[in-house]
């Protein structure tokens, strides 16, 4: 919400580490904070999320997004708390198992780009992925033969191969992240 307040009202509002103190083992709680404090702060924040809705309510209705705001959006904020309060399981033997399926995806994407590339290679290091791109990239322009339709099939070949190294590293950072 503050952040809201900051763009759409241009104001910002008591920060609540300003009553309790920053997020940690020394956080304090709301039950220790003078009456008067805690009274500014949570009419503070009733205003500001009125001021608020009468701002984005009417977006939502220039928009057209009514029906999934209140067919989704509002109705998955119960099921969120109730997530939150209660907790979830995690299926772990099926993350495993999912885990080792994604290994076995990233080991092969991985051999696909050192045999495109013809040089095995750090693939999150941007520049041995910079080395091979273009570095090798400069010896293949060395003449060669131009066929009847002036194309170099050496040339069009390694450029083929700089396109798949790069498909296949972008693929693997891709999946990286996922599972972060």
């Known amino acids: 919400m503050d952040l809201m307040s900051a763009k759409y009202l241009g104001y910002e509002p008591i920060h609540i580490e300003e009553l309790i103190g920053k997020k940690g083992k020394n956080q304090g709680n709301m039950r220790d904070v003078d009456v008067e404090k805690v009274k500014e702060y949570a009419g503070e924040d009733a205003d500001i999320t009125l001021q608020l809705k009468h701002i984005l309510e009417p977006q ?9 705001f209140n067919e989704v959006e509002n109705p998955l904020v119960k099921v969120l708390m109730d997530m939150e309060y209660e907790g979830v399981k995690v299926d772990v033997d099926f993350l495993k198992e999912y885990s080792k399926e994604l290994d076995r995806e990233a080991k092969i994407a ?32 060395s003449p060669c033969r131009v066929t009847k339709n002036f194309s ?5 070949l390694f450029r083929t191969r700089i396109y798949n190294v790069y498909r296949f590293s972008n693929n693997h950072h891709k999946r990286l992240r996922g599972l972060i």
């Open 60 to 68: 939502i209705k220039e928009k057209n997004v009514e029906k999934v």
């Open 110 to 141: 991985e051999e696909s780009v050192y045999r495109i590339a013809g040089v095995r290679l750090n693939l999150a290091s941007p520049k041995q992925l910079g080395e091979v791109l273009f570095e090798k990239c400069k010896s293949c322009y």
């Open 152 to 156: 170099c099939t050496h040339k069009n």
